[in-house]
Each structure stands twice: as structure tokens, then as C-alpha cells.
């Protein structure tokens, strides 16, 4: 039995597991092929005269994470057995009238709370958050990012200044760079492939290698060496370019996540300038005002 079917053969672990986010995730999960034409009212199991249908088993998974939520159909048994134990759970509860509890009605209005916040928050930011708007604030977005540059070098690296000003006095005579990179470089990775770094950004390379690689032209050789931690470098730029923007469609998630935060922040400042609101230390004592 694998690990997935053994936490959903424990319905009543996985009940605990569920409950923390029933609130995050309120709609079924999709079902496909022959299990998504099977009617919501179909029965599928009978406990102490109470039935329990398709629609209950699959709204019971809409609390699970989503690992489980994309295999409903491949465990819809186990998803029933946690059902059953799930529901002999609630009746057992309800006999030793729990319902009453000073405890559970605490967990209640704590779930009270976070539903109430929850449904606020989806229903204000249900005509904000709209394809359209998505698109608009991706758009706002790579206005203010600005063009990131990448460069494709190669370098020779030395020990010395006086063995790289050597090398360059051989490239100034004519003397192959890939060449000189094999059998000179003291970088034996980049040093086998002719010193080629491939493509990197600001940011990749040491600040005194770059500050040096971007002010060269393309197919250029720095004239003097470049001193880093790492030794002597030479550098040729073999090729430059602005890295494109991400597509919409690879950081809508992320595009969605920043608008609803901004959104969001926005809305509770409006909130927080209509409200009466006084804060303390943490000893109780008043905060002086700055």
C-alpha cells in the first residue's frame, strides 16, 4: 500500500489534516472521465441510516491538500472509508453532546472568524482580480522593471598581472583566445571549452568581472587585466543581449499574488482611517505619539 493510500486509509487523521484548509479550498475537485458523469446524489455508502452520497465524499476531499485532490478518482474507495469514519466521528460527538463544549464552541467562532474573513475578502476582490486587470497590472509591472542584461564572455584566467598581461600581448599579435584559454587558464572548467562562460546577468559574476565584461564591444578583449578575488582576468565578450520579459502566462500566479496583496493592503488602510484603533506596548502601557 503506498504512502498516499495509507493516510487516506486513517480518515480520522486525515480529518485533523483537513481541517486547517476547509477554508483555502471551498469547492469540489474536478473529477475526469467515467467518474465525472456519475450523478452527485448517487449513493455510495449508508451509516446508521444516514446516506452519503458522491457529492459528500468529493466535497469532503475539497479540504484536502491538493496532492490528494488531483487523484480523486484514482482513491474515490479510500475517500469513501474516511467519509464513513468521519461521519461515525461526528455521531459520536454529537452522543456525548460535544456540540456543547466550551472547547469546540471556542474552535467554532475561531472558524466563525477566519470563514467570515475569508468570504470578505474573495467577494471584495471578486470584480478586481479579473483577467483583464491581471493583464494590466503584469503590463504596469515590466514598466518598472527595467531591461536586464546579458552578456556571453569568455575569459582566461591568471595567477599574476604580469602572466595576463603576456596573454594579451599574444592576443594583440594575433594569438587564438580559445586557444590561449586551454592551455593558460588557471580556470580548467571554462578553460577546456575555450574559456566560454556561456550567458550570465549582473549579479552572476563577481562586480569587477562584470563592471568590466559590460563595457566591452562585441568580439572586444579587455586591453589591461581585470583583478577579483579569483586571480587575473582576461575577458573576451562574444555576444550581448536584453533578456526578454517573462511572458503573462509564466508569472500570472505571481502577477495575481502581488495585485491581490496590493489590493488588500489598500482596502485596510481605508478600513483602518474609519475606525477607532489604539495600540499599546506590550506591558500595556499607552504608545507615545511620534
Do not use: C
Amino acid at each position: 500500500m503506498t504512502s498516499l493510500l495509507r493516510r487516506l486509509a486513517a480518515g480520522a487523521v486525515l480529518l485533523l489534516l483537513g481541517a486547517g484548509s476547509a477554508l483555502a479550498q471551498t469547492s469540489a475537485p474536478a473529477t475526469t472521465g467515467a467518474a465525472a458523469t456519475a450523478k452527485p446524489d448517487t449513493v455510495v455508502a449508508i451509516v446508521d441510516g444516514k446516506k452519503l452520497t458522491r457529492a459528500d465524499v468529493l466535497a469532503s476531499a475539497a479540504t484536502l491538500p491538493a496532492e490528494y485532490r488531483s487523484q480523486v478518482d484514482n482513491y474515490f474507495p479510500q475517500l469513501i472509508d474516511r467519509l464513513i469514519d468521519m461521519t461515525l466521528m461526528d455521531e459520536e460527538g454529537q452522543r456525548q453532546k460535544l456540540q456543547s463544549d466550551p472547547e469546540v464552541q471556542k474552535l467554532v467562532a475561531d472558524y466563525e472568524s477566519q470563514a467570515i474573513r475569508a468570504v470578505l475578502v474573495r467577494r471584495y476582490l471578486a470584480d478586481k482580480v479579473t483577467d483583464a486587470q491581471l493583464k494590466q497590472h503584469y503590463d504596469e509591472m515590466m514598466k518598472a522593471v527595467p531591461p536586464t542584461v546579458e552578456l556571453h564572455a569568455s575569459h582566461i584566467l591568471l595567477a599574476n598581472k604580469a602572466d595576463a598581461d603576456a596573454v594579451i600581448k599574444l592576443l594583440d599579435a594575433g594569438g587564438d583566445f580559445a586557444k590561449l584559454a586551454k592551455e593558460k587558464s588557471k580556470d580548467t572548467q571554462s578553460g577546456a571549452n575555450g574559456g566560454d562562460l556561456a550567458w550570465f546577468s549582473e549579479g552572476d559574476m563577481v562586480p569587477e568581472f562584470w563592471a568590466a565584461a559590460v563595457k566591452l564591444e562585441k568580439g572586444k578583449y579587455t586591453e589591461q587585466p581585470v583583478q577579483s578575488q579569483y586571480g587575473w582576468h582576461v575577458i573576451l565578450l562574444v555576444d550581448k543581449r536584453t533578456k526578454p520579459a517573462p511572458a503573462f502566462d509564466q508569472i500570472k500566479d505571481q502577477v495575481r499574488n502581488d495585485l491581490t496583496q496590493e489590493l488588500v493592503t489598500a482596502w485596510l488602510h481605508d478600513l483602518r482611517k474609519s475606525a477607532k484603533v489604539q495600540k499599546f506596548n506590550p506591558d500595556g502601557s499607552p504608545i507615545a505619539n511620534p
